[in-house]
């Protein structure tokens, strides 16, 4: 994999790839990771970074703004990653108990989706909504 024109790192042997970006005054990291299973197949997930290194980073909603500004910018990201990269499917999720974030990342993955890759939407599971996008 290579990466893309955002700061970025990859790490353990090329199998995760974070980049991290600022909107407002918040850093936000986006982290893809490969899932160890036949072919090129990888999960990605992004979420603020505290500044106060005494908390963990949360995939909560934090109301802090910037919100579509943090949406074009991962979405762009993920676009450039899976352009510059051979990989055959990238999944991410949301909890079904936050109904406002699937809505709005099945909107995401609409305006995710490039030519030559299909989208598929699992919300069978009780716990979260899973996202996909396979190449055709």
Known sequence: PQ???????????????????????????????????NGEHWEFAFQERPHDKTKRSSLEVT???????????????VRQFLSENEIDSLTFSAKKSNPTRVKLYQRMLKRLIPDGWKQMVDTSGDERAYFTLVRK
């Open 3 to 37: 990466k893309t024109n955002y700061k970025g790192d990859w790490s353990n042997n090329d199998e995760s790839f974070r980049v991290t970006f600022t909107a407002g005054s918040r850093d936000i990291d986006v982290e893809f990771e490969k899932i160890p299973r």
């Open 63 to 77: 109301g802090s703004g910037h919100e579509f500004d943090v949406f074009n910018q991962v979405i762009a990201i």
